[in-house]
T-cell receptor, first 111, second 115 residues
């Protein structure tokens, strides 16, 4: 599985957009980019995933570069409840496939 | 029901004890997972079950023994653990292996302390 690189920590003011970058330069053609987050003392939560097109859902937007070597997760209006560790994972798009978590980015949202 | 439940929430055991962790889901998912998470570290995959059969074992020591008695239930049997096995044990599930994508639903975890 391809490895990912994320900044260890980021800060964001409440109400502003949070842009979380991820590098995955060794991603292969059949691997998707997944984002999960883990709020303190809870299990990880799926946010969004994509292959090469930009994706948006009710939680976030995912922007993937044309060469697929990096991506950005965007939380458009961060709230205090978005404070969490955000994991960028590359994985095949199939249930039963392992998720290999990297160190993630700790996002701190403050008022 | 989009919930994965885990029991117990907390468990303290001695190195000679035998205990079991339980995970349950009623979403009809046929892939289930055990992860281990040490403090301030990311989750690490331990086991994957697909259609009640063990499909991935990430070289986990034999003192951890998984079991999938049916499609809704996943157990992790613990025996002769070491203090360094103290961690948060997370269970997850996802759609059947032929499903479209790998969204895993995680339970809240069992926090295990080995004395």
């Amino acid at each position: 599985d391809a490895k990912t690189t994320q900044p260890p920590s980021m800060d964001c003011a409440e109400g502003r957009a949070a842009n979380l970058p991820c590098n995955h330069s060794t991603i292969s053609g059949n691997e998707y980019v997944y984002w999960y987050r883990q709020i303190h003392s809870q299990g990880p939560q799926y946010i969004i995933h994509g292959l090469k097109n930009n994706e948006t859902n009710e939680m976030a937007s995912l922007i993937i570069t044309e060469d697929r070597k990096s991506s950005t997760l965007i939380l458009p209006h961060a709230t205090l409840r978005d404070t969490a560790v955000y994991y960028c994972i590359v994985s095949r798009n199939q249930a039963g496939t392992a998720l290999i978590f990297g160190k993630g980015t700790t996002l701190s949202v403050s008022s | 029901d989009t919930e994965v439940t885990q029991t117990p929430k907390h468990l303290v055991m001695g190195m000679t004890n035998k205990k079991s962790l339980k995970c349950e889901q009623h979403m009809g998912h046929r892939a289930m997972y055990w992860y281990k998470q040490k403090a301030k570290k990311p989750p690490e995959l331990m086991f994957v079950y697909s259609y009640e059969k063990l499909s991935i074992n990430e070289s986990v020591p034999s003192r951890f023994s998984p079991e999938c008695p049916n499609s809704s239930l996943l157990n992790l049997h613990l025996h002769a653990l070491q203090p360094e096995d103290s961690a948060l044990y997370l269970c997850a599930s996802s759609q059947e292996p032929s499903g479209y994508y790998n969204e895993q639903f995680f339970g809240p975890g069992t926090r295990l302390t080995v004395l």
